[in-house]
């Protein structure tokens, strides 16, 4: 089934203002992309990770829906919030697992020029997670940059919409950002 964005943000649109059909009937337009988005998550999981793509989007798409104040804007800021989601499960799922404390041998990733649909090496979602909370303390556009191109797969022109600044502002974020994650992800598990 093939919908234009348009198409796709305007029922975005109508589920943001109550309307539950609408929910219905955009699961099956945007889950192929949901379901590519999980993929991307889960290749740096864990070989033995337990939740398969198809239990994550499930579990995002249900979390979203059910939110009664979510107003997303268009498609792009809709995919924002379910790999917001879609994180944050991640991360509920290793704490549930007995995660190891902060540097027990987790692995060490790259924030580099890789967004979501490159290849990405293993992480640890705990770890990234806490260093993306620590770069929102003190820069939370730095930190949603992030976000945005690392685990959405926006592009730069993307992100600059769903944050309404300059695509040469998310160009800056987006280098600043990796450099300080880079930096406090090798120190975190190094300690």
């Known amino acids: 089934m093939s919908k234009s964005p348009s198409e796709i943000t305007q029922l975005i649109a109508n589920l943001a203002h109550g309307d539950r059909m609408a929910g219905d009937e955009l699961l099956p337009m945007v889950y192929q992309e949901l379901r590519s988005l999980a993929g991307k998550y889960l290749r740096g999981q864990r070989r033995d990770h337990t939740l398969q793509p ?36 991640l991360v509920n799922h290793a704490v549930a697992r ?76 987006w280098r600043m950002a990796r450099a300080w994650l880079s930096r406090e992800l090798a120190e975190g598990g190094a300690a």
Request: net charge negative; aromatic share 8%.
């Open 98 to 173: 007995g995660a190891l404390k902060r540097g027990g041998g987790r692995a060490k990733i790259a924030i580099d020029e890789n967004v979501a649909g490159a290849e990405q090496p293993e992480f640890d979602p705990i770890a990234l997670d806490e260093a993306l909370k620590k770069l929102a303390a003190f820069d939370e556009r730095k930190s949603k940059v992030v976000e945005l191109r690392f685990f959405s797969g926006l592009t730069v022109d993307e992100v600059a919409e769903v944050l309404n600044v300059s695509k040469s502002t998310v160009e800056g974020d």
């Open 54 to 89: 198809t239990a994550l989007v499930h579990e995002a798409y249900l979390k979203m829906i059910d939110q009664t104040q979510a107003k997303w804007n268009d498609r792009a800021h809709f995919f924002a919030v379910a790999a917001t989601a879609m994180r944050q499960i």
